[in-house]
Every structure is written in structure tokens, then in C-alpha cells.
């Protein structure tokens, strides 16, 4: 929803009968390119998204947290003690939130009970991770309230525990990286080894380019099958190579390892070492030339997540080679694969014909319809009220 603070603090009073404290936003995350990169400590380029998510926050005089959200207003909230609050114990969205809270715990930190009421204009299942926006809007709020002086480094590492203790998921670190160090105009370049982030300009408008997203309303999770399968076939690969991560690779290893291992861990590898290169090579284009001379390494690696990572699906492909076919000067899939949205970056005037084309697309193939939309580089989290 796109509820306005001053009616998300009007639904809390509703809600739990008390004002909130104080609003925090946090946003959600298109990647640039650097996909399964960050767990093989690698690197990244993703940027936060003008959509997040807002939540209203009380703190309590007690251990006791509730959580309730906008999209369920008849649902009770969700109430936990923490003093008794576990490691997956809690299932469904509220996982998200109440887990930060145990991952700050579990770092150390002491959080006060609290209420908390959940907004959110980021498309759920959308592939723009909507789940660390929520975990970031929590981390940014719970570290005010707390005064525990959290480094957004270390806010980072904490909603990705969530993610992997309470909600299951075995996902890396860029998705928070992205919604706490995002700037208006910037993509976030995170060396997922070292922690160390730069912003890189990424002047969409200026270029005359837009940046679209197609998503295809192909549901994925990150908490079972593919991605943790593809996790382990890299973490086979590093362990084969005898290298600490598949970071440690370099193209010029690939040779070697073509003839250490089997056909399909060769090519999972392949993958991540291309495209951290290609990460690499990203960044040298955005800052010696621009965006709009990013289409060849986008298109480049949507085949490698195709062909070597098989991380794409038939939707995903078809709304790559349809948004190419009219013109687009690059695309990809975007996130973890397996459904979710790609991006198309596209001169201006070319998007109303890209759009059409993916449209039909979707349309010939008997597709549901994509919902297709553009995105700029927006702030990352903090308070807004
Ligand atoms: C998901 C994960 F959450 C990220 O950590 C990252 O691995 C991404 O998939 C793939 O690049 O968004």
C-alpha cells in the first residue's frame, strides 16, 4: 500500500489504542548485476528502489512484541515474548520482523518489547525483496529505540541472519546492503568479503534511460530447493578448487577447473566467476562511460544464469528476448531466479514498444500478465518520522 505516515500512525493509535514513537522506512532492491555472487563472498552492484516499507513502532514497558501489518487489518497481531523468542520459532511474514529482533539479540544487543505495524509499496514475490526491506525498517527502528548504536554494516549482517535462522533461507548479504547503504542517484558496489561498499552514480534520467521491471508473478521461495542447491554446488566447487570461496577464483582458473570438476559444478562456477568480472567491468563502464553503455554485460549475464546456473525460467527468458527483440540495451533476470522479475534498461522513447512487445509476448505464450514498471535509484533506510 502507499499509505501517507500520518495515516500509518492514525492506524497504529486504531490498532493498539496507543501513538507510535516514531515511523522507519526502509527500501527494496533492484541488483544491477552480481547475481548468487554475495555468499561466495564476491561482488555485487544492486540499488534501492523508491518503494519500501514503513513501520510504526511503540516501545513497551515489557519483553513482549507484537506484530501486525496494514495487509491483514482483521488479523490479530502476532505476539511474542522475548525472553522465550527462538530460532524458527515463528513461521509466515512475521518471521521477518520478530527474527531481526532475535538476530540483534543473538549479536549481543538487548531490544525493549515493542508494537509494531507493518506498510509496504514493495511488490511481495516480485524479486525486489520486499523481506529485506521489512527486516531493514525493523533493524533501523529497533536500533534507535534500543540506543544501541548498530553500525548499518553490522544492520546488514543482522537482517541476514534473520533470514537465515528464522525464516530458513540461506540467502547472502546484498538485499539488506542494498536497503540500508542506497543512495537517490546511486548503485551500491559491496565487496561481500571485506563489507566494504561504494556508491557508483547511476543517473537513469539524466541518460535518458529508464530502468523497467518486468515481473512475471512467478512465485519463488529462497527457503527451499534451488537456491540452497545452488549454494552447495558452489560451495562444492570452492571446496574441490581448494579455495576459501569461489571468489578466490579468477576467469583465468577456469581452465583448471574444467578438468577438476564435474560437467555441472563447472558450470555453477563458471558462473560466479564470470560474474563477478562482470561486476567488476560494470562499475568501470558506469564510471568511464554510463549507463547506457551497460546492455552487453546485462544481456551476458542473464545467458550465464541461463545456460551455466539455470536460475531463469521460461517467463524470465521470454520477457529478456522479447524486451531485447524491441529494443531494449539490455536485460536480465534480477535476484534469485526461479520466477520473480528481470529488468530491461531502455532509452525513454523505446519503453511504451518494449512494454507492448513483452505484453504480447506473455500474451502468445499464454502467460499471465507481467506488471511492468520503472525504478529509480531511491535513499535508504531511516527514519521518517
Ligand atoms: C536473493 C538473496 F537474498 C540474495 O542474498 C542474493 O543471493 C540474490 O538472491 C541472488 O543474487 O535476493
Redesign the pocket.
Known amino acids: 500500500m502507499n499509505t501517507t505516515p500520518h495515516d500509518l500512525a492514525a492506524a497504529f493509535a486504531d490498532r493498539f489504542g496507543s501513538e507510535p514513537d516514531g515511523l522507519w522506512a526502509a527500501p527494496g532492491r533492484v ?1 544491477v548485476i ?6 561466495n563472498d564476491g561482488f ?1 552492484l544492486p540499488f534501492a528502489i523508491t518503494h519500501s516499507t514503513t513501520v510504526a513502532v511503540a516501545v513497551r514497558p515489557n519483553r513482549m512484541v507484537r506484530v501486525a501489518s496494514t495487509f491483514a487489518p482483521d488479523d490479530d497481531p502476532v505476539t511474542v515474548d522475548l525472553d522465550t523468542l527462538e530460532e524458527g520459532s515463528v513461521t509466515g511474514w512475521a518471521a521477518y520482523p520478530l527474527g531481526v529482533l532475535w538476530a540483534m539479540e543473538h549479536s549481543g544487543y538487548r531490544c525493549p518489547g515493542m508494537d509494531i505495524l507493518v506498510d509496504s509499496s514493495v511488490p511481495v514475490g516480485a ?1 525486489l ?1 520486499s ?2 526491506a521489512l527486516e531493514c525498517a525493523v533493524g533501523v527502528a529497533a536500533n534507535d529505540l534500543s540506543e544501541a548504536g548498530i553500525s548499518r554494516r553490522e544492520l546488514a549482517t543482522i537482517g ?1 541472519l534473520a ?1 537465515n535462522r528464522m525464516v530458513g ?1 540461506p ?5 539488506q546492503s542494498a536497503s540500508l547503504f542506497g543512495e537517490v542517484g546511486h548503485a551500491v558496489f559491496l565487496d561481500c568479503r571485506s563489507g566494504e561498499s561504494r556508491l557508483v552514480p547511476l543517473d537513469l534520467e539524466g541518460a535518458g534511460l529508464e530502468l523497467m521491471v518486468i515481473d512475471t508473478r512467478v512465485s519463488h521461495s ?1 527457503s527451499s530447493g534451488g ?1 540452497a542447491a545452488r549454494r552447495r554446488s558452489c560451495e562444492l566447487g570452492a571446496e574441490l578448487m581448494g579455495v576459501p570461496a569461489l571468489r578466490d577464483l579468477s576467469v583465468e582458473d577456469l581452465a583448471e577447473a574444467a578438468g577438476v570438476l564435474d560437467e555441472e559444478t563447472f558450470r555453477r562456477v563458471r558462473h560466479i566467476v564470470t560474474e563477478n568480472a562482470r561486476v567488476e567491468d560494470a562499475v568501470d563502464i558506469l564510471s568511464r562511460k554510463g549507463p547506457a553503455d551497460l546492455g552487453p554485460v546485462l544481456v551476458a549475464s542473464h545467458a550465464s544464469m541461463r545456460d551455466d546456473f539455470e536460475i531463469s525460467c521460461p517467463e524470465l527468458d521470454t520477457a529478456v528476448d522479447a524486451a531485447l527483440d524491441a529494443g531494449a540495451l539490455g536485460a536480465r533476470m534480477t ?3 526461479f520466477g520473480g522479475a528481470a529488468i530491461a534498461l531502455a532509452r525513454v522513447d523505446d519503453v511504451p514498444a518494449i512494454r507492448a512487445a513483452v505484453e504480447a509476448a506473455f500474451s502468445s505464450a499464454g502467460y499471465p500478465e507481467p506488471a511492468i514498471f520503472g525504478v529509480l535509484p531511491g535513499a535508504g533506510a531511516g527514519r521518517v518520522a
Open positions: 541488483n552480481g547475481e548468487h555472487t554475495d555468499y555485487v524479486g525483496s523481506s529485506a541476514q533470514e533461507a540467502t547472502g548479504v546484498m538485499d529462497h537456491y535476484g534469485g531466479g
